[in-house]
């Protein structure tokens, strides 16, 4: 499958890399560095009703190259320019295109928080993630033992990063509940078939309480699917290869988020949509309190 082949090839990687930088040098180096204060999930809650969350990456194991004019700084202006919210970095190279270059240069050309998305599996990678300049980490939780995701997320922390705790399945949101995770994102992608199915946030995010900020990511296309998932309870989406695969990713963006030469009436009726979704989604939780209550 290919997550066992990305994660095999993953721990060589990180092996590797402290062979070449011994983990004290590195602790060295970060702790050198100003302190930060967290601020991936303060953008996010400040750009609702839905925030998005631009992606930027070359290629994908199951799609192949998905930008041939791949620009990540001219990318990341854009998407900046035309309303994200945050941006997520693709930091791995052999299956995704991306690097740790490529997310050193676009934080010094944006004031935008970015997510350095990768496959971490070791506390190494969190540190190396503030050393790069990243403002907040991908955490999978398929991949990854409670006890794991509890010393990484408080590590992540102490070094004023915040965390993006990755489910895909109900065991996988048990996980993030133990883990009293804040900032759930809901793959709508079987990380081991690559199908995707936006009915999975629908599924999955009912098991949170309120309070978990959750993200929707992989396979929003339009408008129409922002409005879905923010209905299911989403608050952010994270969208990639949609954007990746345009002529013009920041005109793209734009016209997602329903800025792109929409009338105010438009507007008006998108913003009643959203507020419809929401009313609805309260409803239900009232009915579930009253179920629960009742049992």
């Not at 006890?147 to 399945?169: M, Q």
């Not at 994102?185 to 978990?212: C, E, M, Q, W």
Request: proline content about 3%.
């Amino acid at each position: 499958m290919i997550l066992e082949k990305i994660i095999r090839y993953k721990k060589k990687f990180v092996l590797s890399l402290k062979r070449n930088k011994s983990f004290s040098v590195l602790k060295k180096e970060v702790l050198a560095l100003p302190k930060k204060r967290p601020a991936f999930l303060k953008a996010l809650r400040k750009n609702g009703p839905v925030a998005v969350i631009a992606e930027i990456k070359r290629k994908s194991p199951s799609k192949g190259i998905l930008r041939k004019n791949f620009d990540p700084v001219a990318l990341a202006k854009g998407f900046e320019r035309s309303g994200a919210a945050a941006l997520s970095v693709l930091t791995d190279e052999k299956f995704f295109g991306g690097s740790e270059k490529i997310l050193r240069n676009i934080r010094a050309a944006v004031g935008l928080p970015i997510l350095r998305k990768d496959f971490i599996l070791e506390e190494y990678q969190i540190w190396e993630s503030r050393r790069i300049g990243a403002d907040a980490v991908l955490l999978i939780a398929a991949i990854l033992s409670e006890k794991e995701i509890t010393a990484f997320s408080r590590t992540a922390r102490n070094l004023g990063l915040d965390v993006l705790l990755e489910v895909h399945t109900p065991e996988d949101a048990q996980k993030a509940k133990r883990a009293k995770a804040k900032l759930v994102g809901i793959n709508n992608r079987d990380l081991n078939t690559f199908h995707v199915d936006l009915s999975v946030t629908r599924k999955i995010a009912g098991r949170f309480p309120k309070p978990v900020f959750l993200v929707s990511e992989s396979g929003i296309q339009s408008r129409k699917d922002l409005i879905y998932l923010r209905a299911c309870g989403a608050r952010a989406v994270l969208v990639g290869e949609t954007l990746m695969r345009q002529k013009n990713p920041a005109s793209a963006l734009k016209k997602l988020l329903g800025l792109n030469k929409q009338s105010d009436q438009k507007a008006s009726d998108a913003r009643r949509t959203l507020a419809t979704a929401e009313a609805y989604r309260e409803v239900r939780r009232t009915r579930e309190r009253r179920v629960q209550r009742g049992r």
